[in-house]
């Protein structure tokens, strides 16, 4: 039987008794090569947008099996009564299974890509104090198609760890079918579960940004995002870090409404075959 989001809210409450150290660990393991990564770029080649977009594209790819898959089975499988453990995220890294990971994972990142073009063109007139107003509200006219998109791409990691795969490109196809009427209650779900942490997150930045804002007005100097500084990029990563230790509860609402849709979709396909017999 589906849960309904506040059911869903509530099961994910008792479901990770016991485990939110684990989930912590293994949410905070799958996002540090993204956040390594941000961190280099910014402050060691902060201005090189369309490296950036290429070096990006490629880290996604070749993380997507821990990062994305194994991160996604980790929560399945929690949902599902499963103790986690932290060699759970590698579920995907063996020698049969990597490469179809990593063929999913580029057509997963080629379409998210695709979504972003705007988004950095955007930023490469405003880098070069071009008059980008039109794009800009080009790009903001591509948010929300992203944020669709997304949403109706959110089972694959799921799919992929509760049922045995017939086709790497219909795993796209089942995804997009299955979430078609879902997307707004799987939006609603995430707002949910998520403002409050990224409140929290938000205000711990506020709280260790002001000390430095005094010590830049004494000193006249650019101590949050000058040339070569880290002071900035390591306050948002403190942020970001906090919002991942206290959000795994968060995570695994949000495979308990995936596995909602995967287990009645077992459910139908189980009714239509006796159905299909009792008519024999």
Request: net charge positive.
């Given at each position: 039987?589906?849960?309904?989001?506040?059911a869903?809210?509530?099961?994910?409450?008792?479901?990770?008794?016991?485990?939110?150290?684990i989930?912590?660990?293994?949410?905070?393991?799958?996002?540090?090569?993204t956040?390594v990564?941000?961190?280099?770029?910014e402050?060691?080649?902060?201005?090189?947008i369309?490296?950036?977009?290429?070096?990006?594209?490629?880290l996604?790819?070749?993380t997507?099996?821990?990062?994305?898959?194994?991160?996604?089975?980790?929560?399945?499988?929690?949902?599902?009564?499963e103790?986690?453990?932290?060699?759970?995220?590698?579920r995907?890294?063996?020698?049969?299974?990597?490469p179809?990971?990593i063929?999913?994972?580029t057509?997963y990142?080629?379409?998210?890509?695709?979504l972003?073009?705007?988004?950095?063109?955007?930023?490469?007139f405003?880098?070069?104090?071009?008059?980008s107003?039109i794009?800009?509200w080009?790009?903001?006219v591509?948010?929300?198609?992203?944020?669709?998109?997304?949403?109706?791409?959110?089972?694959?990691p799921?799919?992929?760890?509760?049922?045995?795969?017939?086709?790497?490109?219909?795993?796209?196809?089942?995804?997009?079918?299955?979430?078609?009427?879902?997307?707004?209650?799987?939006?609603?779900?995430?707002?949910?579960?998520?403002?409050w942490?990224?409140l929290v997150?938000?205000?711990?930045?506020?709280?260790?940004?002001i000390p430095?804002?005094?010590?830049?007005?004494?000193?006249?100097?650019?101590?949050?995002?000058?040339?070569?500084?880290?002071?900035?990029?390591?306050?948002?990563?403190?942020g970001?870090?906090?919002?991942?230790?206290?959000?795994?509860?968060?995570f695994?609402?949000l495979?308990g409404?995936?596995n909602?849709?995967i287990?009645s979709?077992?459910?139908?396909?189980?009714?239509?075959?006796?159905?299909?017999?009792?008519?024999?």
């Amino acid at each position: 039987m589906a849960l309904n989001n506040k059911a869903l809210r509530e099961q994910a409450r008792l479901r990770i008794k016991g485990h939110w150290g684990i989930l912590a660990l293994i949410l905070l393991a799958s996002i540090l090569p993204t956040l390594v990564f941000v961190f280099i770029s910014e402050v060691f080649f902060p201005e090189m947008i369309i490296l950036y977009a290429i070096l990006s594209f490629m880290l996604s790819v070749i993380t997507f099996p821990v990062v994305t898959l194994g991160f996604g089975h980790a929560m399945l499988r929690t949902w599902r009564g499963e103790k986690p453990t932290f060699y759970m995220l590698f579920r995907y890294c063996n020698q049969r299974d990597f490469p179809n990971a990593i063929l999913v994972g580029t057509i997963y990142h080629s379409i998210l890509s695709l979504l972003s073009i705007p988004q950095y063109i955007n930023q490469i007139f405003t880098r070069d104090s071009v008059d980008s107003a039109i794009l800009f509200w080009f790009s903001l006219v591509f948010l929300p198609i992203s944020i669709w998109v997304t949403a109706r791409l959110m089972l694959i990691p799921y799919m992929i760890s509760a049922e045995p795969v017939d086709s790497l490109f219909s795993l796209f196809a089942e995804s997009f079918r299955r979430m078609k009427g879902n997307v707004g209650s799987y939006i609603r779900l995430t707002i949910a579960v998520m403002w409050w942490r990224v409140l929290v997150a938000f205000l711990i930045c506020i709280v260790l940004l002001i000390p430095v804002f005094i010590i830049e007005v004494a000193l006249d100097a650019d101590l949050l995002f000058g040339d070569g500084s880290i002071v900035g990029v390591s306050i948002v990563a403190i942020g970001i870090l906090t919002f991942l230790i206290i959000s795994p509860r968060a995570f695994l609402t949000l495979a308990g409404f995936a596995n909602n849709h995967i287990a009645s979709e077992k459910e139908l396909r189980k009714a239509e075959s006796k159905k299909a017999v009792s008519k024999q």
